[in-house]
Every structure is written in C-alpha cells, then in structure tokens.
C-alpha cells in the first residue's frame, strides 16, 4: 500500500442504512442477487408481491455497497448497478451508502475486489457459521487518498480493463474459428465419403448398439468395486482409460449393466450442456449408466476410431434437429439408424491419421487460447495490486 495514503475504517466514509418497506402484493419487484468472489450485482428475477413470502424487505440505490450477511466470506459483496435501483433484498443483506465527497464509489468498487480486503472478510469466517454483521463491515479499512486522486486511478483502471475486455473479445471470437475449423474439417471428411463408391450402411445393420444401466444406489453392496462405470459427462470426444465411478460383480448381475469390451464405442444421448452428442472409446472393458449408447467393435468392417470421428461429424447436425422438437434427447433407435460410409479399413486408417493431425493442431490452439486467458484474467487483479500499491 502507498504510505502516503491514509488507510482509515470503512465507518468513516460509509453509513449502514437499514430500511424496511412493507411489500406491496399488487406490485412486481426486482431482485438482486450478489455474485460471489466479488463479481458484482446482478438481477434475481422480477416478482409479483403476491409471491414474496417475507413482506419486509430492504430497498437498494444505486451506487450502495450491498454486502451478504453470509456469503460475504466468499466474495459476496458489491456496488449496486444503476439498473438494479429499487430492487429488494431480505434483512439477510446490509446495504451501506457511501460518502462520494470523501469516497469515489467507483474507487471502492476497485477496492472490494483485492486480495488485501478481501482478507479482512476472511478473516471474520472463522466458523461454521460465518455471518458477517454490519459492525464488522464498518471496521474495515480502505485507502483514501484525495478524491482527484482516486478519480484518477479508476480512469485509469477502467481503461486498462477496456483493453483486456476487448482482448478477450477477440479470443473468444478466435476460439470460436477454431471449433469451426474443426466441425468443418468432420464434416468435409464425412461428404467425400458419402459422394465415393463406398458401401454405405446403417449402424445399427453392421454392428451391435446398445446401451447400459445403473445398479441401485440403495444398496451400497453395488458400488465401489473393481469395475468402472462411466457417466456421461466423461465423454469428452477421446479416449477413456479410467472412470469416476466403479461398481461391483454383484452391480453388474443385478442390474442392466454391461460390461463393453475395449475399443467400445460411446455416445451420450443426453446430458447437460454441450454433453449430448459427445462420444469416447474405451481403451479397457467398462460399464456405462443408461444415457452412454454403446456402439461394439466390428473390426472387420469399422475401426473404432473411424466411427468416432463419424459420430463427431453429426455432433451439430443432430442437435439442432433435436433442439426444440419432441424428442429433445436421443435413443438407441436413433444411433442404430444413422448412415455411416464402410469403405476399406485402409481408407478408414487414412482418414484417421489425416483426422489425427488435424486434432493435434486444434488441440494445440486450444492449449495456447487456455494459456492466454488465464493470463488474461490474472491481468485486472495485477492491475488493481499497482493502482492501490499509487503504482498506475
């Protein structure tokens, strides 16, 4: 901290307002919601009166320093946003007004986001319940250099957070180019397949597509055994060498539980997010639950990683054919009806290696765009350290 700067309490340029209103059953209201590690204020949701159980509510103005009784430990603070003026929140909440002749709110906004104040919250969650009381707020302390000052560095802040902000942008813009190079490169590989000689057949004609189960969780004798039992949200479009989950010989007889050989395969009819449509291969024998459709080898007509990639190259098209329809998730029928190329296997060992190296670059973007945005994102705390260190 620059030792020019008077560090005093948070009670010297804050006041605890703490003001009820009675809720009105015919009036709509919006309500805040704090994001934790100190990321701000958002919209809840918006209310009728009539559906807000607890009738006394506080009322937030913009520019307050809104701090969670409980989660503040986590970061559950910040600075009411102008389009949030007049939204409630329960007696769970202290709201704080800030003294902009002595404080830029703004400056305080930059403040509550450091390390250095987010220990002295810390510091106060020593036990189980953690709750932080308005006195505790009150004897934080903050740096108060003059006002011209603290205006300064928030201009200066703010637009070294513009910058990053924008290059972000462009990462994010580049990162998509690379998920479209990729989708692009799946589906080339699979038209020039389809539009050759080749023999082309349904899956479910030329090779066996099932599914699994999952054993009772009531009874614990099931599970923690030896074999493994994948989910769907390990399908990340590779190869599965281990599971989170493992359940026993007894699981596996007494439910509908198969255990797939190596080379096995999967693809997820349903799952949360971007999950359905994501596929991996086994690399030892497994168990799967319900939502992993299994496709066996057929070493005489599919190498397994060939298949993969087909099923890759469908990804978007059988989701956005799902997508809002009535039948939002897919099923074994679906997966054994769908139309793949069975050229050679030489062919098909071609196309892989092609399909590998291009992966291999992609991966490698995608390892350099990792490493950048967590650079990226380290960027505003550094930022912060020098503007309250009198460094910017």
């Not at 709110?105 to 810390?122: C, G, H, K, M, S």
């Not at 699981?251 to 949360?272: C, E, H, M, V, W």
């Amino acid at each position: 901290m620059n030792n020019g700067w008077p560090i005093v309490p948070l009670a010297t340029v804050v006041r605890h307002r703490k003001e009820f209103v009675t809720i009105d059953d015919t009036h709509t209201y919006k309500r805040c919601r704090v994001q934790l590690h100190a990321k701000g204020i958002v919209l809840r949701d918006m209310l009728p009166g009539a559906e807000i159980k607890t009738k006394d509510q506080q009322v937030c103005r913009a520019g307050e320093f809104l701090v969670a009784e409980i989660d503040a430990k986590v970061g559950g603070f910040g600075i009411v946003p102008q389009d949030l003026e007049g939204a409630i929140v329960s007696s769970h909440y202290f709201l704080f007004v800030v003294d902009e002749v002595q404080l830029d709110r703004r400056f305080l906004d930059y403040w509550i986001r450091t390390p250095a104040f987010r220990e002295q919250v810390t510091a106060r969650g020593t036990t189980n319940y953690a709750a932080i009381r308005p006195a505790h707020v009150l004897a934080y302390t903050v740096p108060l250099p003059p006002l011209p000052e603290q205006r300064r560095i928030v201009a200066k802040v703010e637009e070294l957070a513009a910058k990053i902000e924008e290059a972000k942008a462009c990462r994010s813009r580049s990162q998509d180019e690379v998920g479209g190079m990729a989708a692009a490169a799946l589906r080339s590989f699979r038209n020039q397949l389809l539009v050759g000689n080749q023999r082309v057949a349904q899956l479910g004609e030329i090779t066996t597509v099932t599914a699994g189960g999952t054993p009772s969780r009531d009874d614990l004798s099931y599970w923690n055994g030896n074999i493994p039992w994948i989910k769907t949200g390990e399908l990340l479009d590779g190869d599965i060498s281990s599971a989170e989950e493992h359940i026993t010989e007894a699981g596996l007889a007494n439910s509908s539980a198969k255990l797939f050989p190596s080379d096995t395969i999967l693809i997820a009819l349903y799952g949360q997010g971007q999950t359905r449509g994501r596929t991996g291969r086994l690399l030892s024998p497994a168990t799967t639950n319900q939502a992993c459709c299994a496709i066996l080898p057929t070493p005489s007509l599919l190498e397994p990683r060939y298949t993969q990639y087909w099923l890759r190259s469908l990804y978007h098209e059988l989701r956005e054919q799902c997508h809002g329809g009535a039948q939002p998730n897919w099923n074994g029928q679906m997966v054994k009806s769908l139309t793949i190329s069975v050229p050679p296997l030489q062919i098909q060992r071609d196309a892989i290696a092609y399909l590998d190296e291009l992966q291999a670059k992609v991966d490698c973007l995608k390892a350099l765009q990792a490493q950048t945005r967590a650079e990226l994102d380290a960027l505003l705390p550094s930022i912060l350290d020098k503007a309250f260190k009198g460094e910017l």
